[in-house]
């Protein structure tokens, strides 16, 4: 560091779950090749650095540091499958670690802190960024859902849903069990170990409780084994109202979430908010609507009161992808900044792509093009243990030729004495995903619809099929589907074989899938344009370097 006349000092602070650090170093790469007289403080757990800078790191940018801070967790503390009560735990303590990180990087640096560059997920920043007198830059990921969720406010429709949520697992602290029902009163603490009828009798009190209204909730639960716990959350959902069911599990036990009953709102759209007149009201995220207190509710509450007083409000994304939701977020923020698609931008220095280790693209390269289904749900998301095993099948039935980024041991899906070199295709354990993307034999992703995924398909020009999980992720759908018409949900919404064979044969062998292709042809073209030398990519991200190198 002393070999480079550094004059200035930014501080960026990456949330540490999901992908969302990794797309924000990117960015302080690119910031960092530009401005070589900066030091860039990296600010987030030591777990987060130590994956990203082991893999990342350009040796040629000394000017970027990495500093840890601790992930707020209480001792002894296992992560539930239920990752909100993780992030609850974090975004708690982060204040406190980000302020002690702050003072600590200035002496490491003897440089004062010229500009917060931070996660969307940070609005506490906010007051920081004013105490300090410098710039706030918030770099955001789920596109615009604290807005959605100031608008639904403005809009009455929180009183026609609610969300609850109930964290039954045993292994967390009394007090972190506390239900959040907006309209039911469950005794707190609940801190027991869960046996499947207790988790059915609870359902069934929740809906008689209220069953007029809409109470939607998650609920967790650890049981001997992931099926024991499958068939406990499950009867849960033989009830006549229930509207959705969704379902996760781990060794370690399971969980699910539902939205139950119905106000008539079920099929009332966004028609009032420009860009979102084909979302319904069930499409949108847990926590758009209902309970404040929730951590996802008051986090997106909290991001919609800060995020339009930040300096600017900077996005992996272009503007012409979505020109009337851009130009929306462009009414609300002092400056709202596109300065993506990250993944198409190579004059600058990104995370170095993914070793192929698995030799994925040479196995893309025997195959004809358009043919391969590309499988991946991302780093966060774990679908069922059913729904694997039947997509496994599909695949032994269909042959359909695949490359499936699987975490875990796939013998557990397979069905029992089958020989998975019998299968057209291979599994690894994780893929170089834009290249698969970009790869002409590759003609369809099985996505859980996040939105990095979505936009590296986009620039690939693949078509989705998609299996929502939670967050953004079912918003995100509702616009390949019915906005950009470049993918398909699954039938039913989850995985099913013949679910999974439909959507398979529409985008791979049909005319739909066919003009699909076309559909995101065009887009591809726009995100071509939005990152040419002129385009509005490059335009934001001057405007970026400027304010935060200033
Ligand atoms: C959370 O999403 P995820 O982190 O699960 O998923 P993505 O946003 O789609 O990002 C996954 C990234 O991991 C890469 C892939 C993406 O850049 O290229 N990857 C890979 O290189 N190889 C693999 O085998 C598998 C993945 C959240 F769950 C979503 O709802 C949000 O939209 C998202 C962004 O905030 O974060």
Known sequence: LKTLTLTHHVAALAFPFGTHAGP???????????????????????????????????????????????DGLPKGFVPPRNHEVTIGFFLKAAPAYFKRALKDTEAATGLKIGCLVSDAFFWFLEDMAEEMKVPWVPVDHDRCLFMLRQTSFDRGLEPAYGLGFIDLSPSLPAHTATPYPRFVNIPTPISIFLIPGLVFAIWRALRSTDHHRSVSFSMSCQTKSPSEGYSALQACSDGSDVMEERLGSSDK????????????????????????????????????????????????????????????????????????????????????????????????????????????????????????????????????????????????????????????????????????????GKIVPWAPQVQVLGHASTGVFLTHCGWNSILESIVGGVPMICRPFFGDQKLNMNTIEAVWEIGVGIEGGVITKNGVIKALELTLKHKEGNEMREKIKVLKNLAQQAVASNGSSPQAFSTLVEIVTK
């Open 24 to 70: 924000l170093l990117s960015l302080v790469l690119r910031l960092a090749a530009t401005a070589p007289h900066v030091v860039f403080s990296f600010i987030t757990t030591s777990k987060a650095n130590t994956s990203l800078f082991s893999k990342s790191l350009p040796s040629s940018l000394p000017n970027v540091q990495a500093y840890d801070i601790l």
């Open 253 to 424: 036990g399971c969980n699910g979430y539902g939205v139950l009953g119905r106000t008539g709102d079920e099929e009332k759209s966004l028609d009032f908010l420009p860009g979102f007149s084909k979302v319904k009201i069930p499409d949108l995220p847990e926590g758009i609507l209902g309970n404040s207190e929730s951590t996802v509710g008051s986090l997106l509450y909290k991001m919609g009161q800060t995020l339009p007083k930040a300096t600017a409000v900077a996005i992996n994304s272009f503007e012409e992808l979505e020109p009337e939701v851009v130009n929306l977020l462009k009414s609300r923020f002092q400056k709202f900044l596109n300065v993506g698609p990250f993944s198409l931008i190579t004059s600058s220095p990104t995370p170095p792509l993914i070793k192929d280790d698995s030799g994925c693209l040479e196995w893309l390269d025997k195959h004809k093009p358009t043919s391969v289904a590309y499988i991946s749900f991302g780093s966060v998301v774990a679908p069922p243990p059913h729904e694997l095993a039947a997509f496994a099948q599909v695949l032994i039935e269909t042959g359909f030729p695949f490359i499936w980024s699987f975490r875990g041991n796939i013998e557990d899906v397979l069905p029992k004495g089958f020989n998975k070199s019998g299968l057209n």
